[in-house]
């Protein structure tokens, strides 16, 4: 039963125009959603994350959007540059009361800016 | 803050032997510690959680006997693959977490690629 869902495999886009990376989640318990980027043989980099009590949270080229209501949230990238070229996990945590706050992640989406 | 140590980055060993991957945090404490594996273009699967002191929870399919996990302190974890397999081939990542005033912090190392001959 996969809880988290990234139903695309791979994006591309061109150089300096936006890339949007979903995410849709079952488990009404997850407040917490946190998107990375990871290259082969590394361990994931963390590039933003949102808090259920929010549906939007921005940082520089990054802003990521929740949609509570329908579970789903999205990564955008504006300007999209190649250095972003990657794959992209969105995971989700429970971080309640009697939770274990472990993460739950996605099968990761391949971005490829094309310059 | 929060800088995480793995090592080793990369290990071949001969089927049947053990390896121990360790995981330091650097500069902060992780109250828990969570294991993850990742397959070849698969995702980040999570093998087990320790919390400092305590016996790891594992997850379903995981065998506890075979990944060997110890947190002994709140500043290193370590996980130790036994009577390794070709199977168990994988990048094993470790996730220090620290707990913050409103949400906890998850971090990365830098990840082991076991290859196993």
């Known amino acids: 039963d996969q809880q988290v869902k990234q139903n695309s495999p791979s994006l591309s886009v061109q150089e300096g125009r936006i890339s949007i990376l979903n995410c849709d989640y079952t488990?009404?318990?997850?407040?917490?959603f946190l998107w990375y980027k990871k290259y082969p043989a590394e361990g994931p980099t963390f590039l933003i994350s949102i808090s259920s009590i929010k549906d939007k949270n921005e940082d520089g080229r990054f802003t990521v959007f929740l949609n509570k209501s329908a579970k789903h949230l999205s990564l955008h990238i504006v300007p999209s540059q190649p250095g972003d070229s990657a794959v992209y996990f969105c995971?989700?945590?429970?971080?309640?009361?009697?939770?274990?706050?472990?993460?739950?992640f996605g099968k990761g989406t391949l971005l490829t800016v094309n310059p | 803050g929060a800088v995480v140590s793995q090592h080793p980055s990369w290990v071949i060993c001969k089927s049947g032997t053990s390896v121990k991957i360790e995981c330091r945090s650097l500069d902060f404490q992780a109250t828990t510690m969570f294991w993850y594996r990742q397959f070849p273009k698969q995702s980040l699967m999570l093998m087990a959680t320790?919390?400092?002191?305590?016996?790891?929870?594992?997850e379903q399919g995981v065998e506890k006997d075979k990944f060997l996990i110890n947190h002994a302190s709140l500043t290193l974890s370590t996980l130790t693959v036994t009577s390794a397999h070709p199977e168990d081939s994988s990048f094993y990542i470790c996730?220090?977490?620290?707990?913050?005033?409103?949400?906890?912090?998850?971090?990365f190392g830098s990840g082991t690629r076991l290859t196993v001959v």
């Open positions: 488990n009404s318990m997850f407040d917490y």
């Open positions: 996730s220090p977490m620290y707990r913050g005033l409103q949400v906890h912090g998850y971090t």
């Open positions: 320790s919390n400092e002191g305590s016996k790891a929870t594992y």
């Open positions: 995971a989700a945590s429970a971080q309640g009361g009697g939770s274990n706050y472990k993460l739950t």
